[in-house]
Each structure stands twice: as structure tokens, then as C-alpha cells.
């Protein structure tokens, strides 16, 4: 029997109003062991609040009008997800006439809740605390298997809806099956923080730990099966076709194939690195100034699966295979006077901080732990936006200071505090025009907007807060740029902020 795609929009209203995490996983699990096999994919992607297409072309603005609701439920979970592929095809000349008629047909078709969880969803993802790990937990649940099973299916096929589908229909040996293939993204291993080398290297295990520079490009995965290669961006995204230079390198490398991690970066003549929105505009565009692939470690090489061999032994065939001039620059020590040179010579350098990493770690796809730890001596921390208020003086007509919200276990934000600091007039004309198109609510002063847009921050420290809900504030917040290339639910968490404060 089809799945009603009624059933996800009263799942999803009933996990968004539970507010416990156990709670969430269970409403879900149910739905799933009731769904069709075939649905499951589809109808796991929807439950947490994502869609399967990257793109459908469907803006705030075409949203904005929407015909009258059907007064029956008859949308399946499939006839939706056919649609949206239908729309995610459309380009070239009369698309936007086709689109909109396309906008127009499947919301029709839907009744009145239907319509407010499709525009919540293709607007910018359900916020209902199901995301990605609920949904992981739900789905072992379901199926009577290890959390830890279906977390590394869905880092190796790049989809948690994915491992979803499999560990209902295929249990564990399927979920073992499942492994890394050449071609197919992963999701990337993630770094912690800490505040100096020293902690981080005690974070990272102590000992000899390798340090590497911290590049400030954009997260590089290069996939090479003999002549055929693959580039993909931290989100999984495809860039091939704009990056055709580092395509020839990742071509030129002594091996039939591999995969490797890395960082893709635009230099200035003297080799210094251009800031950083000059590399995404390059790598968003496909033309303009050229931009240079570093790599730091190898999860395959010539059919061998390194994942689970430790740090140590991927660096080494890394460096056997990549020429040094395009590995990132990497200390071994257990010194911490020398790490820290190290880092002032990194800085020096022009670069962001350096990452400590465990050289007996295996390669955690999609995990943030203490493996990898990140040290950045200007603190900073990827927040989002959950509100912005009008300017006044001579800010007067723009949005000007933003509420700064950290991620929540659930996968909600906190608010965090406010700050105007930092913000240029392009920024500032900037973020008024995109604040406007996330607009969900305005009362003459604040407009609260959906919590899309990540931004990095830099603060002098945390400290408490009774003003606030998550019990800390930062201390001289400012802005120092946007991040486009980093979704809302890869901001960093409440716990993480936390971990800056002296009190801890």
C-alpha cells in the first residue's frame, strides 16, 4: 500500500511537539516499521525534513502563492517525490512558466496541513528535532540493530535516509555491506575545538599527535576510479566540471585509485591564501582566479579501505602518492612548545589555526569528536541567525543586529545573544536583502527569520548568562564573515559554546 504522505505530516507535527529526545524516536520508529519498503527511503528523508532532490529551483518567493488546498488527502510520499524530481529537472527556456505550473499541480493536490509542512520543508527543511541522528536512532529502533550500525552505513553512503532503508529491509548484514566505494561521497570527518594547542593535544589523546595547518578554502572529498574523477564539496556536492585543475591532479597521481580529503583554496601570487569568499565564488562559479587542491589524508588507495586504519598510517600513503606541494603542511610531535610554534608560523602564514589529530584514530566519517581538534586563537564559532532587527542612526533602513542561535541536542538553536559589530556596509546592504527573503514574521522592530543562514563569529570568551536560555552569552561577539557554504545543521552546538567558558 502506497504511503500517504498525510501520515509524514502528522508524524512530523507530533515529534515536533515532543519535546523529549525518546519521545521523537519512537513516534518515528512506528512510522517506519509500518512504511512499504520501497517508501522507506523517501518517506526517512521527509521525516527528517529534508527532500532527496539537491535542488528543485523552488524559492521563498514562488512560495509565496500558492492555490487553494484540496479538501481530501490523497498525496503518496511517492507521487511527491516524483513531482519534486520533475522539478529538479526543469531548465532552460519557458522553466519558470513550466515550474510554476509543476508549484501549482502538487499543491493542489494537497490539503491545508500537506501545504504548510511543503512549504516549511522545500523553503528550508522541517525544524522538528528530527533530524539526522533522531532519525538514525529511529531507524535502528525500528529494525532491532546497533545505533553504531546504521550510523556507519549512513557515513558511507552519504545518507541516513539510505542506511534507513537498508537496516529495515536488510538488518545488519546489510548495514555491513555497505562500504566505501570509489565514486560515492562520504561524510566527512568533522573536528572538535579547543582554546590553545595544549588542550587540544590532551583532547586528541596526548602523545605524538600530528598538527596539521588549517586552511581557510573549502572542504574538498577527490574520488579517481583509472581515468574518471570525482570532486565533491563538504555537502556532497558534485564540482567536477569547476574545478578542471584539480580534476588533472588527482589524474596525474600514481595510483588506479583513490579517495582523499582535503581542502581546495585560492592563492595569491606570493602563495598566501585569498580570503576565503573569493574561493567560494570560484568553486560556485567555475571561472575566475584558480584555485589549489591540499590534501591531508587518504580513505582509499589502489582498492585498499582505509578508514579504519589509524591517522599514522593513512598520512603515510597519502604522502607516498601526493606531491608535497599539494599536501597541507603537517607537524608530528608530542612537544607542545613545538605545536605551538608551529601554529604562530601557520598563522604567520596567513592561515586560520591548525588541527591536532590522534595518529592512532581511524577516519569517523560524518562524526565531530576529539580525534580531530581545531585550534583558532581568535575564538570563533559557526552560529545562525535566528532573528535581525532595523538599524538606526546612520544604520537606519537596514537589518542590522543579528540574534545569534547555537544548535540544541535536538537539533533546534539557542539563542545566544545579539551583535552589530563587525558589519560592513556591503554586509550590512547584503544582509538586509537576504533577511528579507527568510522572513517568517516582522512586528515593526525584529523580524524573525527561518534559522538558514550560518554565520562564523568571533567573541573574547563565554561567560554566564541568566538572559538567555541556553545560560551563556559571548563576550565582544562581531562578525567576521557569512558562511554559504555551511548548512544550518552543521553549526556548532550549545555544548560546544559551552566548552569556551572558564566556569567549566
Known amino acids: 500500500m502506497d504511503t500517504a504522505l498525510q501520515l509524514v505530516v502528522d508524524t512530523s507535527a507530533a515529534v515536533a511537539g515532543t519535546s523529549a529526545r525518546g519521545g521523537k524516536i519512537s513516534l518515528i520508529a512506528d512510522v517506519l516499521r509500518a512504511v ?19 535542488r528543485t529551483g523552488v524559492d521563498w518567493g514562488t512560495l509565496r502563492t500558492l492555490p487553494a488546498p484540496s479538501p481530501t488527502a490523497s498525496l503518496t510520499v511517492r507521487d511527491l517525490d516524483t513531482a519534486l524530481e520533475h522539478l529538479a529537472g526543469l531548465s532552460g527556456p519557458g522553466s ?3 515550474r510554476r505550473s509543476a508549484v501549482d499541480a502538487v499543491f493542489s493536490s494537497a490539503t491545508a496541513a500537506e501545504q ?3 512549504v516549511s520543508v522545500l523553503a528550508d527543511g522541517v525544524r522538528q528535532g528530527a533530524l539526522d541522528a533522531v532519525l538514525i536512532e529511529a531507524a535502528a529502533k525500528a529494525a532491532g540493530v546497533a545505533v553504531a550500525e546504521v550510523r556507519r552505513a549512513a557515513m558511507l553512503a552519504g545518507s541516513p535516509a539510505t542506511a534507513t532503508a537498508i537496516a529495515l529491509t536488510a538488518g545488519v548484514e546489510g548495514l555491513r555491506a555497505v562500504g566505501l566505494e570509489v565514486g560515492r561521497p562520504v561524510l566527512p570527518m568533522l573536528a572538535g575545538s579547543a582554546p590553545d594547542v595544549a588542550a587540544a593535544m590532551e583532547k586528541a589523546g596526548g602523545g605524538t599527535v600530528a598538527v596539521d595547518a588549517k586552511l581557510d578554502g573549502i572542504r574538498l572529498q577527490a574520488h579517481r576510479d583509472g581515468d574518471t574523477v570525482a570532486l565533491f564539496t563538504r555537502g556532497l556536492q558534485d564540482i567536477t566540471d569547476r574545478l578542471p585543475e584539480t580534476a588533472a591532479l588527482v589524474r596525474s597521481l600514481p595510483v588506479t585509485s583513490c579517495v582523499l580529503d582535503g581542502e581546495a583554496m585560492a592563492l595569491s601570487p606570493d602563495g598566501r591564501p585569498r580570503p576565503f569568499q573569493e574561493t567560494a565564488a570560484r568553486t560556485a562559479s567555475g571561472t575566475g582566479m584558480e584555485v589549489t587542491a ?3 589524508d587518504a580513505l582509499q588507495i589502489d582498492g585498499r579501505d582505509l578508514l579504519d586504519a589509524p591517522g599514522a598510517e593513512r598520512f603515510a600513503e597519502l604522502a607516498r602518492i601526493v606531491p608535497e606541494s599539494h599536501q597541507v603542511r603537517r607537524l608530528v610531535t608530542a612537544d607542545a612548545a613545538e605545536a605551538e610554534a608551529f601554529l604562530t608560523a601557520t598563522l604567520a602564514a596567513g592561515h586560520e589555526g591548525v588541527v591536532v589529530k590522534d595518529l592512532q584514530a581511524g577516519y569517523a566519517a560524518g562524526r ?3 580525534s580531530w581538534v581545531k585550534v583558532k586563537p581568535i575564538h570563533t564559532l559557526d552560529l545562525v541567525v535566528l532573528a535581525v532587527e532595523r538599524g538606526s542612526g546612520r544604520r537606519a533602513g537596514t537589518l542590522s543586529n543579528i540574534h545569534l542561535g547555537a544548535r540544541d541536542a535536538d537539533g533546534g538553536f539557542v539563542m545566544l545573544g545579539k551583535t552589530f559589530k563587525g558589519m560592513t556596509d556591503a554586509m550590512l546592504a547584503w544582509q538586509t536583502e537576504r533577511f528579507r527573503e527568510l522572513e517568517v514574521s516582522d512586528d515593526g522592530w ?20 541568566s538572559r538567555y536560555p541556553g545560560g551563556v552569552t559571548l563576550r565582544f561577539a562581531r562578525v567576521v564573515r557569512y558562511r554559504d557554504d555551511k548548512p544550518a545543521a ?3 552546538t550549545l555544548d ?9
Open 116 to 118: 504548510r509542512w511543503l
Open 496 to 504: 560546544a559554546v559551552r566548552a569556551f567558558s572558564p566556569s567549566r
Open 446 to 465: 525584529t523580524v524573525t527569520v527561518r534559522p538558514e543562514q550560518v554565520v562564523e563569529i568571533a567573541f573574547d570568551g563565554v561567560q554566564r548568562s
Open 368 to 370: 565531530r569528536g576529539s
Open 490 to 492: 552543521e553549526a556548532d
Open 294 to 296: 591540499f590534501f591531508f
Open 96 to 98: 519558470a512558466t513550466a
Open 36 to 54: 512499504a519498503p520501497e517508501d522507506l527511503e523517501v518517506t526517512a528523508t521527509y521525516l527528517a525534513g529534508g527532500i532527496r532532490q539537491r
